[in-house]
T-cell receptor
């Protein structure tokens, strides 16, 4: 069975500060991992994905995430927060051995203070 | 316009009424999904479809019905709405001629309130 845990339902950072959103996964088989972002009153859009190639994955808007198998983690980072980064972020996991069901975490809302 | 659209964007209904939420995608994606988003639960899969005329239950299917007679459409029906079905509903699709089966593309959502 697969599951995703996002640590912290809310994270607040100052503009220009490091953004770190934590995600731990559980999967019995090698996973595909995703981060999605949701802006207010919009659907989710893909930020980045890990599909067993490079362990450090770069996404849009300056975000990146590192797959660490030993820690079963896929934390999302951005060196310098911008006001426009304020949104809700979802980590998700999917089997890479067939099937398509994607399990989403509960989400982390990012607040950016001026 | 190309993409994935949902209608209506907002809907208020009463307990016991039937409601249909529409989803349309123009990418010829094979897979389509319905999720509900509730505070503290993230997204939960209601139903999915691998192709026209192929549908299956997700995590929380009770009280919902789907159909997929055409590849591009995937309507979700609440046969007798209950207050617990008040939520934001998202349709998504994946897997087509020019996109991978890995990521999903989401519609803008339908905010449903059941009084």
């Amino acid at each position: 069975a697969q599951s995703v845990t996002q640590l912290g339902s809310h994270v607040s950072v100052s503009e220009g500060a490091l953004v770190l959103l934590r995600c731990n996964y559980s999967s019995s088989v090698p996973p595909y991992l995703f981060w999605y972002v949701q802006y207010p009153n919009q659907g989710l859009q893909l930020l980045l994905k890990y599909t067993s190639a490079a362990t450090l994955v770069k996404g849009i808007n300056g975000f990146e995430a590192e797959f660490k198998k030993s820690e079963t983690s896929f934390h999302l980072t951005k060196p310098s927060a911008h006001m426009s980064d304020a949104a809700e972020y979802f980590c998700a996991v999917r089997r890479n051995t067939g099937g398509f069901k994607t399990i989403f975490g509960a989400g982390t809302r990012l607040f950016v203070k001026a | 316009d190309a993409g994935i659209t949902q209608s209506p964007r907002y809907k208020i209904t009463e307990t016991g009424r039937q409601v249909t939420l529409m989803c349309h995608q123009t990418w010829s994606h094979s897979y389509m999904f319905w999720y509900r988003q509730d505070l503290g639960h993230g997204l939960r899969l209601i139903y999915y479809s691998a192709a026209a005329d192929i549908t299956d239950k997700g995590e929380v299917p009770d009280g919902y019905v789907v159909s997929r007679s055409k590849t591009e459409n995937f309507p979700l029906t609440l046969e007798s709405a209950t207050r617990s079905q008040t939520s934001v509903y998202f349709c998504a699709s994946s897997g087509g001629p020019t996109t991978s089966y890995n990521e999903q593309f989401f519609g803008p959502g339908t905010r449903l309130t059941v009084l």
